[in-house]
């Protein structure tokens, strides 16, 4: 049971670096702005200098580069098949041959292009960790709220996402512990998971579905009853104590993410090499 | 009967998060006995009765049952579940079918018995927790109070036929007089054939009703280790341990301090009577 | 089915009371009706005044009235201490420096400060449950009901959670209403209400009320072992003034009685 109660949601990493004290909603948007220019870039040179930027960024956000590789693990089979997939099937025939297997030939253009899609994604990945780890859910939900606020008037629900997903991950730790102790339970009941073909081992999961589920809605009658004894109404009139506020480091940074992108994309616009 | 030797166990053992629950216990618990297991939250109670039927591996030390190591690469896993039933805490949340009677043959159906012997041990557990098998069995459990799921609860387990029960904290969230039955019951299976019962509880006049043995666990250790009484008359070491005594030792060892020549050695309210007035009556 | 039956209660500021009755007794569902979690079908509560059935005095009602459940892990909201201590003054649309004061008095006061940045969930039972209360706390109210707040915690969880709400009604002046069905709880509060059937049986101080061994015997609720010993003890004529009903009490008592006999 010890094992759930060490769960951790998310990647946050607390420093007190600059880039953790900046606002959620800097954070999304920048992080928005550099997924553009990760795709606009289309040349070995861009990629190398925007990697540049972010171990740039990485330092002054005090994480260390190893935890990247953290990051990466999860995409690893996805960067993988990404890879051979560009390999064999780009389309590129013309080129000077590199690999010939049989009728399959791999020409040192279509290497060159698998590589660098796949180095894409690895900056794709790296951008985003970079904001996973120096922003908090907490911060995160609260930054997507404010950032919803102004189509409430269309019906975006952005109070309820965000108070949906805070809820969702104070949970989440709970079922994990909840979900090993029914597993146990009829563990101790002779109940065995991994054994037998796919539909045994489906119809295996129902004597843990069916607690988990209960659980999960008597769980949610609950907790409404207290959201509801605390005075809670839904976001109509509610304030918060830890108000967002820019401050004027995310005028800077803002600042800064334009005139890197702007550095990245103008010599792309005028057609330089 | 069930034997520890030197069992050790770390979780998420080589991680930062590691953390030791067991720290070297050895014990043996014989056939029949009533053991009541105590020690505060975090002691390892929990990750020591788990290992007694293979659902912890321990990181080192083995368990074995009637002299079968069960953590042998050849052990039968279902086998040692059968004969080592678990009840775990609110096991209410564990219930699962749409009938009392399919739920409780949840256990017997895992252990690939015929439909027959199915049928005849599913009637026999729920006897054996005062349910009577026509009026309850083919009810949903969801619509039993709190009390009565949980004794489904215990049928299915007792359904598996076993020779150790080990219970923990059977008796949280219910009230006094669902507690006093629930320990009734526990009384009269283990009266009823030779079970061997271990109990896990907070409640020290729960063990001093239930137990005959007590085993104090304290950081993964075992701290004590005797009959009830005995243990019981420690009262300063299981103070030490934030453990306490039932409410009348307490006022024995009170009357003592204060110069009564009382025994402190006694467990129940009849006993602790019967003992004031004794020394009233000579004082 | 009637869960309440004709209760008339009366609960003073600043009192303790605790209110007793076995599983079915209609004790959580009166409780629910103190802030207006439940509207009764007959008859009415007033709290501070305001009638709980008067829908624009909800929201009223309930910053007078706080409430800790029995399940310390489905009422805490935030996944940090601190944001969930904020979840009610911020529902109460409170400006954020006001906010962020209550926040660190109510730590203070269920004396979990360095606790501030924790995830609830790495927290013991006890624990929660004082966050919960500091949540409340954190509304001002002037009431807090706890509805077997303490069923699902360890003894040291218990008597963590216990203390808490002695302080806050003895130093603050907090009304508590705690509802249980453990008997040792129970006496410690100033007065004792015994439920059985939806209706008012006993009502007293723990004194008077744990005298009643038949009558709480019949409610399926027994008495604190200390009272059940006292009561052997004069059922075999030893007459112990003034009911004891802790163990220091009945040491006490015994320790005078075995002094008077004394020659």
């Known amino acids: ?273 | ?283 | 089915m009637a869960a309440l039956d004709g209760i008339t209660l009366t609960v003073a500021r600043g009192e303790y009371v605790a209110i007793v009755g076995a599983n079915g007794s209609g004790k959580s569902t009166l409780a629910k009706c103190l802030n207006a979690l439940l509207v009764p079908t007959e008859g009415k509560v007033l709290v501070d005044g305001l009638d709980t059935r008067d829908p624009a005095a909800v929201w009223q009602v309930r910053q007078r009235v706080g409430m800790v459940f029995q399940n310390p892990d489905n009422q805490l909201v935030a996944t940090v201490v601190e944001e969930d201590l904020a979840f009610g003054p911020e529902n109460l649309g409170l400006p954020s420096v006001e906010i962020r004061q209550r926040v660190d008095e109510a730590l203070r006061a269920v004396e979990m400060e360095e606790y501030r940045h924790h995830a609830p969930h790495l927290l013991s039972g006890g624990q929660k449950q004082r966050v919960a209360i500091a949540g409340i706390l954190a509304m001002r109210p002037m009431c807090i009901v706890l509805d077997e707040a303490t069923a699902m915690l360890d003894p040291l969880g218990r008597t963590e959670v216990l203390r808490t709400i002695d302080r806050l009604n003895r130093d603050e002046g907090v009304t508590i209403v705690h509802i249980t069905h453990a008997m040792d709880e129970a006496s410690l509060a100033r007065r004792v209400v015994a439920l059985g059937g939806g209706r008012v049986v006993l009502d007293g101080s723990p004194q008077e009320v744990f005298a009643q061994v038949e009558v709480l015997r019949t409610l399926g609720l027994g008495v604190p072992p200390v009272a059940a010993l006292v009561r052997a003890l004069d059922a075999a004529g030893v007459r112990l003034p003034g009911h004891p009903l802790t163990v220091d009490e009945l040491g006490e008592a015994l320790h005078r009685f075995a002094a008077a006999r004394a020659p």
């Open chain 2, 1 to 283: 009967m069930i034997e520890t030797r030197d069992l050790h166990h770390v979780y998420l053992e080589g991680t930062p998060m590691s953390a030791v629950a067991l720290r070297g216990v050895s014990l043996t618990i014989r056939d029949g006995e009533r053991v009541g297991l105590i020690g505060p939250t975090g002691s390892g109670k929990s990750t020591l009765v788990q290992t007694f039927n293979a659902l912890i591996r321990p990181t080192r030390g083995t368990v074995f049952v009637d002299g079968v190591d069960i953590f042998a690469p050849k052990a039968d896993r279902r086998r040692i579940r059968q004969q080592v039933a678990l009840l775990f805490q609110y096991p209410e949340q564990q219930l699962f079918e749409e009938t009392v009677a399919r739920d409780v043959s949840f256990g017997p159906r895992n252990l690939g018995l015929p439909e027959e012997e199915v049928a005849s041990r599913v009637d026999d557990a729920l006897h054996a927790v005062g349910l009577d098998p026509g009026t309850f069995g083919s009810r949903s459990p969801f619509t039993l109070s709190g009390g009565e799921m949980r004794r489904v609860a215990l049928a299915g387990v007792l359904a598996m036929a076993p020779r150790v029960l080990i219970l923990d904290e059977p008796t949280a969230g219910l009230d006094p007089q669902g507690k006093a039955e629930f320990l009734r019951l526990i009384h009269h299976l283990h009266a009823r054939g030779n079970l061997t019962v271990i109990l896990i509880t907070h409640s020290m006049d729960e063990v001093a009703q239930v137990a005959e043995r007590v085993i104090v666990l304290n950081e993964g250790l075992v701290a004590m280790d005797g009959p009830t009484r005995e243990v019981f008359a420690r009262a300063d070491d299981l103070e030490r341990l934030h453990l306490g005594i039932p409410q009348t030792a307490q006022v024995l060892h009170r009357l003592r301090a204060r110069g009564l020549p009382v025994r402190t050695d006694l467990l129940t309210l009849e006993e602790a009577r019967d003992e004031i007035l004794r020394v009233l009556g000579t004082a």
């Open chain 1, 1 to 273: 049971m010890e094992l759930a109660r060490n769960l951790t949601i998310g990647q946050y990493i607390p420093r007190e670096s600059p880039i953790h004290h900046l606002d959620p909603r800097t954070k999304i948007a920048a992080t928005a702005a550099l997924t553009v220019v990760i795709f606009v870039i289309n040349d070995f040179t861009g990629s190398a200098l925007f990697g540049a930027f972010m171990v740039a960024l990485f330092l002054v956000a005090q994480i260390p580069l190893g935890y990247v590789g953290r990051g990466l693990r999860p995409v690893l089979f996805l960067l993988l098949l990404t890879f051979l997939l560009n390999l064999f099937f780009s389309g590129i025939r013309d080129g000077t041959p590199l690999i010939r297997l049989g009728p399959v030939v791999i020409t040192t253009e279509a290497a060159a292009r698998a590589f660098f899609i796949a180095l894409r994604l690895v900056l794709l990945v790296v951008t985003t960790s970079l904001f996973t780890f120096t922003t908090s859910p907490m911060a995160l939900t609260d930054g997507m709220e404010r950032l919803l606020r102004p189509f409430r008037r269309i019906g975006v629900p952005g109070h309820e996402l965000a108070m949906m997903m805070s809820i969702a991950l104070r949970f989440i730790p709970t079922l994990f512990e909840e979900t090993e102790r029914i597993m146990k339970a009829q563990m101790a009941r002779g109940a065995e998971f991994q054994r037998g073909n796919l539909l045994r081992r489906a119809k295996a999961l129902l004597p843990i579905l069916v607690p988990l589920f209960l659980s999960a809605f008597r769980r949610a009658d609950e907790l409404a009853l207290a959201m509801e004894a605390r005075a809670y109404r839904g976001g109509e009139g509610r304030t918060r104590m830890k108000e967002l506020h820019f401050a004027p480091r995310d005028a800077v940074a803002a600042g800064a993410t334009v005139l890197a992108s702007i550095g990245f994309l103008v010599p792309r616009w005028l057609g330089l090499p």
